[in-house]
């Protein structure tokens, strides 16, 4: 019998660095995201481990705002869109594809 790998809730460093790139735009710009998105941004620099419910809440974020894509000026780094800086504080589209796949795995796991 062989033991399943272990789940990792440390953010990969693609995704620490889209939430870098988002803080570094946000500051230059002045726009986009919220203090939360901020904060998540910084919890995805710092690479800690998450706790379920942020993985969820990642997810949701990302769901609520696939629609920023299709916005003027997202992924234009000369002059970004608002919502194209929040969706680099959240990890960009790494970010979406990781929280995705992980919560596939978690589900509901409570927080540790």
Do not use: C
């Amino acid at each position: 019998m062989t033991n399943s790998p272990e789940i990792s809730l440390v953010p990969p460093q693609i995704v620490a660095d889209n939430a870098a790139k988002g803080l570094r735009l946000r500051e230059k710009f002045g726009r986009g995201g919220t203090e939360i998105g901020v904060g998540r941004a910084r919890e995805l620099v710092e690479r800690r481990a998450l706790q379920p419910s942020t993985i969820r809440r990642m997810v949701s974020f990302f769901a609520r705002h696939e629609v920023d894509k299709r916005a003027r000026n997202f992924g234009n780094e000369e002059n970004p869109s608002a919502g194209y800086v929040a969706w680099l504080l959240w990890g960009g589209d790494e970010g979406r594809a990781w929280a995705i796949d992980l919560k596939a795995i978690i589900g509901n796991a409570p927080d540790i």
